[in-house]
């Protein structure tokens, strides 16, 4: 199994990026999907999740900006980002669980600038 993050890069402040995490079909229709980031010196934190029926939860610093979604038929999840800040700056990673497994992507770096 592999998992794709893809999408990453350097924008100014208030401005946007949309991450993929592209994932085989055999596991994406049934696992939750989820998206963490690290900044240096920091510990992963969880940012986004969406459920198999498409519920999602946020984490509060990025509600009302960030969009987790799935796109069922390309085995493909996204991370819209939107509004963005200099504290979103970390590298960006998906999380794929199903009923057996976890898997994680490599990480997309995010660099925002002031």
């Known amino acids: 199994v592999q998992l794709q993050a893809s999408g990453g890069g350097l924008v100014q402040a208030g401005g946007s990026l949309r991450l993929s995490c592209a994932t085989s079909g055999s596991i994406f229709s049934d696992s939750t999907i989820s998206w963490y980031r690290q900044a240096p010196g920091n510990q992963r934190e969880w940012v986004a999740i969406?459920?198999?029926?498409?519920?999602?939860m946020y984490e509060d610093s990025v509600k009302g900006r960030f969009t987790i979604s799935r796109d069922n038929a390309n085995n493909t999840a996204y991370l819209q980002m939107s509004s963005l800040k200099p504290e979103d700056t970390a590298v960006y990673y998906c999380?794929?669980?199903?009923?057996?497994?976890?898997?994680w992507g490599q990480g997309t770096q995010v660099t925002v600038s002031s």
């Open positions: 999380k794929v669980v199903t009923t057996t497994s976890t898997y």
């Open positions: 969406i459920s198999t029926r498409g519920r999602t």
